[in-house]
């Protein structure tokens, strides 16, 4: 879109030659005429651009600093630099509410952890899962699986790599061994590339020290000693590991044997060619044996256990953050959290700790007081900004957002105070400086302005709406859509009942199950704590209690939301259902 292009170009530098093919196909143009095209764009041009860089205002873009966090950030850190140590972190649990820093806090500290763990080759693994979209155990567990089954198939392909690469240097060896022995009239075949060793040496010592193995094989030494599904493969007794150097190399007393190169498989865990391919192939097996877990489908013990196979093929310590975690126990308990806190007890080379973002300070209220507990090692907590944090904020991005002189002076305060009043939202504050942006340089203002934050903060309060509204359930929208219908026909004081009648029409009318009225309650509830309905329970003497409902939205936009999507459009007879309010 053109109102993402940063190098826009000024009106009279726009004059591209002239009238070709595109004016032509106006009816009145006047090919002679210079500035034959309508002005279609030229408007739009003309003004002075007031971005420089739009991407650092979205929510999407991850600043490298994050004022006002470093207290939050520090603490994570302290606590997590327990991993780089091979220890296991205690388990972290953030809280704090919409917009104050913990995934961006969060994400900046795991990216360190994980720079810093490549360079001092610590096997730390950080996995970052959203549960507001990945909702229910049995997909955190299958995402969780599938991320450390490829990152093990990635660490295999590595060691087999490596392993490959040791085969070449033998296949080099012994050519050079079949040069030097085919001068003397020696009759050894260079068919078998241990006849040399064997020759050389033909007991080999069955006593050796592993004492040097471990350091020089670090390489890929946590292939040898876990992990793999197949042990027989491994080289674990000492004895058969062990490479003799001084076997070897006494073994050949002739002056050559000095000049030769050490042999490829000294210090490593492997006697021969064939322990390597060995390996190599157990390897492949293991590689083969991950089983990627399908998105549905699988009885969950299942889908637990793979996972758990696949982070414990590895020694290493792993990260897990949950983000949203409270919207993860709202839609399936905490089931997910009492598997991943108690895992640490039954695994044999890895280390889970646990990070837990939550916007509701609450949440944990509804958790088995053992998962609490465990979940719960550490808390850090993350208050709203105030409106002078804010400023800061704005003003840090706004230096790299905006070209200069673009930003009128009220403009970052205003925007601070209103995200302020918004429980302290750095998101909101970022987007109201945005959108004040685009709706200057729509009306092509030169500066932004009060009434352009005045009026973006009107725009998205109705786009909040209209994406609550149009990301609902296909039942939640048939009961709004019924609310709508009644206010619409002039009904004030809407009861459950009338909802629920209409609604049945409806459901009938585009096949949709119905409903009970119990079930619809609930979903009118939930309107209203999304803030689209507002039901208040009213007494009614001795008839009991009742919930009177009406529309807090706009209703046109609202019905137009609710039309646009397929299902609903095709109801397009609306009065009848109107109607049935009278008929019960
Ligand atoms: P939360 O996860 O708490 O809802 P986010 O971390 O997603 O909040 O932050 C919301 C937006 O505000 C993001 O665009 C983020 O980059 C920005 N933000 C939050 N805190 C800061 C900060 N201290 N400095 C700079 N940007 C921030
Ligand atoms: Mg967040």
Not at 12 to 37: H, I, K, M
Not at 146 to 155: H, L, Q, S
Not at 528 to 535: E, S, Y
Request: net charge negative; charged share 30%; hydrophobic share 35%.
């Amino acid at each position: 879109m053109s109102d993402d292009n940063s190098e826009r170009t000024s009106s009279d530098e726009v004059e591209v030659d002239g009238t070709s093919g595109f004016s032509a196909n106006f009816e009145n143009a006047d090919l002679d005429d210079e500035e034959s095209n309508q002005g279609l764009f030229d408007d739009l041009l003309s003004g002075e651009p007031i971005f420089e860089n739009k991407e650092v205002l979205r929510p999407s873009y991850t600043p490298h600093e994050l004022p006002h966090r470093s207290d939050q950030i520090n603490k994570m850190a302290t606590i997590l630099v327990a991993a780089l140590r091979g220890e296991t972190p205690s388990n972290i649990l953030i809280y704090g509410k919409t917009g104050t820093g913990k995934t961006a806090s969060a994400k900046f500290v795991s990216k360190e952890l994980e720079s810093t763990s490549k360079k001092y080759s610590v096997p730390c693994d950080v996995e970052y899962i959203n549960c507001e979209v990945t909702d229910t155990q049995y997909r955190v567990l299958a995402q969780l699986a599938n991320k450390f089954i490829e990152k093990n198939k990635a660490r295999i392909d590595d060691r087999i790599a490596d392993l490959e690469s040791l085969l070449d240097d033998l296949d080099e060896f012994d050519a050079a061994v079949e040069r030097d022995s085919t001068d003397p009239a020696d009759d050894r075949t260079a068919s078998d590339p241990f006849d040399f060793v064997s020759a050389a040496d033909p007991e080999p010592p069955k006593e050796s020290s592993t004492g040097t193995q471990n350091e020089s094989t670090s390489g890929d030494s946590p292939v040898e000693t876990r992990g793999s599904s197949d042990r027989s493969h491994e080289p674990d007794d000492p004895a058969l590991t062990a490479t003799d150097e001084g076997g070897r190399n006494t073994g050949t007393t002739d002056g050559a044997a000095t000049d030769r190169p050490t042999h490829p498989l000294e210090s490593t865990p492997f006697e021969t060619r064939g322990d390597v391919e060995d390996r190599i192939s157990a390897l492949a097996d293991d590689k083969d044996s991950f089983e990627e877990v399908p998105m549905t489908g699988w009885p969950t013990d299942r889908v637990y256990s793979v996972f758990f196979d696949a982070v414990d093929y590895d020694e290493r310590v792993v990260v897990i953050m949950l983000d949203e975690i409270d919207k993860l126990v709202e839609k399936s308990g905490d089931d997910t959290l009492y598997n991943l806190s108690r895992m640490n007890s039954e695994l044999e080379n890895s280390r889970v700790s646990i990070i837990g973002i939550s916007n509701d300070l609450k949440f944990t209220d509804f958790l088995d007081p053992r998962v609490k507990s465990s979940l719960g090692e550490e808390e850090i907590v993350f208050p709203p900004y105030d409106a002078n944090q804010l400023r800061d904020i704005l003003e840090h991005r706004s230096e790299v957002a905006f070209k200069g002189g673009a930003l009128s002076d009220d403009v970052i305060p205003l925007c601070a105070a209103f995200a302020a009043q918004e429980h302290g939202d750095a998101r909101r504050a970022l987007d109201l400086l945005r959108t004040a942006g685009e709706l200057a340089e729509r009306s092509q203002s030169e500066t932004i302005v009060e009434d352009h934050v005045r009026q973006a903060q009107d725009k998205i309060e109705l786009d909040r709406v209209v994406e609550v509204v149009r990301t609902l359930p296909t039942q939640s929208k048939l009961v709004l859509f019924a609310i709508i219908l009644l206010e619409k026909n002039g009904v004030h004081s809407i009861n459950t009942g009338e909802v629920f009648n209409i609604y049945k029409r409806l459901c009938e009318e585009i096949d949709a199950d119905v409903l009970t009225q119990r079930r619809v309650t609930d979903l009118i509830s939930e309107l209203d704590m999304l803030g689209i309905v507002n039901a208040v329970v009213v007494s009614k003497g001795r008839y009991g209690r009742t919930k009177e409902i009406s529309l807090s939205v706009p209703l046109e936009e609202t019905e137009a939301v609710l039309l646009s999507d397929s299902r609903l459009s095709d109801i397009d007879d609306i009065q009848p259902f109107v109607q049935a309010r009278f008929e019960n």
